[in-house]
């Protein structure tokens, strides 16, 4: 059974433009779940879909940031436009039901210049 | 805000000797859970500990929570080079869904 996956694994960006961030959780998972690590701080919680909906996006950090998750499957969280401190580790998690275990894909590394 | 203070953040010791990390907070978290990190992964769960006072062990590891539910430890026995990784902790706080980590602690384990 495939894990999650994220894509791309790596992105390198100028300030200003534009990043989509996919992931694909393990089919069946209808909880997924976005982090972010920025280097030298700790896995920071995004927000959390059930199926299509957003559960909770407290922790997005402003509106330059959005995650969609159409049709309750794969999920993208764009962020538009990218600014240098939103260089990090992205990662993604999915679980069966709530207080089951998460699944984390590997993490796409994003850098801003 | 619910905070989990991970300590030491680095560790470098030789093979066979015996470590602990600790993950402390000042909040009370229903649950916590620890986790490993290897390079370009994403975390991979060891443990969930939800019971105050409770101890689980898997092989050499064993793993504490609190009696409060406010700290966690993870100690090592006789540990070996292939535990070389970053652990963290990571909590559910109570009243939400929101998961909180720990900044993790770097172990290197020396042949």
């Known amino acids: 059974e495939a894990g999650v996956t994220q894509f791309p694994s790596h992105s390198v960006i100028e300030k200003g433009q534009t990043v989509t961030l996919r992931c694909d959780p393990i089919s069946g998972h209808d909880n997924l779940y976005w982090y972010r690590r920025v280097m030298g701080k700790e896995i920071k919680f995004l927000l959390h879909?059930?199926?299509?909906?957003?559960?909770?996006e407290s922790g997005m950090p402003n509106n330059r940031f959005l995650a969609e998750r159409t049709g309750g499957t794969y999920s993208t969280l764009k962020v538009q436009p990218a600014e240098l401190e939103d260089s990090g580790v992205y990662f993604c998690?999915?679980?069966?039901?709530?207080?089951?275990?998460?699944?984390f894909g590997q993490g796409t590394r994003l850098t801003v210049v | 805000t619910q905070l989990l203070e991970q300590s030491p953040q680095f560790l470098s010791i030789q093979e066979g000797e015996n470590l602990t990390v600790y993950c402390n907070s000042s909040?009370?978290?229903?649950?916590l859970q620890w986790y490993r990190q290897e390079p370009g992964e994403g975390p991979v769960l060891l443990v969930t500990?939800?019971?105050?006072?409770e101890v689980k062990k898997l092989k050499r590891l064993t793993f504490q929570f609190g009696d409060a539910r406010k700290d966690s430890s993870l100690h090592i026995t006789a540990a070996q080079p292939g535990d070389t990784g970053l652990y963290l902790c990571?909590?559910?706080?109570?009243?939400?869904?929101?998961?909180?980590f720990g900044a993790g602690t770097r172990l290197f384990v020396k042949a």
């Open positions: 879909f059930v199926k299509e909906s957003k559960q909770d």
């Open positions: 909040s009370v978290f229903s649950s």
């Open positions: 998690a999915s679980s069966g039901t709530r207080n089951t275990e998460a699944f």
């Open positions: 990571a909590g559910e706080g109570t009243g939400g869904f929101k998961t909180i």
């Open positions: 500990v939800v019971t105050g006072g």
